[in-house]
């Protein structure tokens, strides 16, 4: 299997927005740079990829707990982390075209890449990509506030709070998923990089003696996690960063990265961070965040592992994973091979026609069946345009109801890949999709 290649991901753009995934940020205004809505699918699509980040990272473990951190914060905490003075990018403006470019980026830091005029670069200057902003009435310097550009800073200043208030011990993690935001210069793809943006981040905190081990099984972890949910290994790897591309506090990263239409990029980075984050925010604010060993009779700064992945360029991973074209019956159908915890839609419930006798038994129907999944109602058009349209939306299942219901009390229930029909009883109905969809 291959990246999609730009006509093709130039289709799948277009299904999103047709299908109800993704809409243009105050379209009916001309639009507003790089940001982006999610329509009644697209959001059953996100929130489905961060409930099963939280299942795995937080659910199904005894030593995760979770945190909603506010998004607005004082400048102190981004001193503290060193974002004021370090989070930037190399800016530099063309002075033929004035266009505006990140330096880093430049395939030819010397050509411009709009006009292609040469030499005509402004000298680099940085820029913060932090959101400033004004908390109150009054605007001046003890007003400020930021909007923060990760999550992972309200996990770090509650460390003390969560230690105190639960019964956790190293190792032990703390999870978050929230919105953040970063003023790029470049914001493009899609909504691959936009400055506002939804993460999935963690902070395990460890004995130091075992960081080096916790990091390399919580890059195993995070690797298999998109793999067990229907990405294709040929479209995904694990990257280790190079050691010019560390972090000055990391002792080591990977980037579990996909085969975009432009290239590998990266969905997820894993990190170990070692104690500097708990050590900034010890020195800048005077509190002790640290871990007492009873046992030990010793105190000591936890190291820590942090995945932290994107939840929306996520989405549009598996997204983009999912999408399949294939010719049926002369026609081309195209079809989203979602992994069932993926799909927007669960069970999508079809009566043969719109004739009273029918849609009223499979509303009754689908209303049970909505006390257990997320389900879709179709009765407009005829049933073959009604599948397609499902098999666009990636739902896995959809039942018929049609005129042999009302003697046999069965279903026809379709499934989405193979497209193979059987007849189940209405009695069984629920129990077979629960375990197929399991």
Known sequence: MSSPSPELFDRIVNLTKRRGFVYPSAEIYGGFRSTYDYGPVGVLLLRNVKDAWWRSMVQLRGDVVGLDASILSPPQVWEASGHLANFTDPLVDCTTCHQRFRLDKLEDPERCPNCGAVGAFTEPRQFNLMFKTQAGPVE????????????????????????????????????????????EITPGQFVFRTREFEQMEMEYFVPPADA???????????????????IPEDLLRLRPHESDELSHYSSGTSDVEFLFPWGWDELEGIANRGDYDLTQHAEHSGERL???????????????????????RTAMAFLMAAYDEEEVRGETRVVLRFHPRIAPYKVAVLPLSKKPELSGPAQELVAELRRSFVCDYDETQSIGRRYRRQDELGTPYCVTYDFDS????????????SMEQERVPLADLAGVLHERLA
């Open 290 to 312: 640290e871990w007492y060993d009873q046992a030990a009779n010793e105190r000591w700064v936890p190291h820590v592992i942090e995945p932290a992945a994107g939840a929306t």
């Open 406 to 417: 009302l003697t046999d009390g069965a279903v026809t229930v379709r499934e989405r890949d």
């Open 140 to 183: 001046d310097a003890a007003a400020v506030a930021y909007l923060r550009p990760e999550t992972a800073q309200g996990m770090f200043i509650n460390f003390k709070n969560v230690v105190d208030t639960t019964r956790v011990r190293p190792p032990f993690g703390i999870a978050q998923i929230g919105k953040s935001f970063r003023n």
């Open 212 to 230: 080096q081990r916790w990091y390399e099984y919580w890059c195993t972890e995070r690797y298999q996690w998109y793999l067990d949910l229907g």
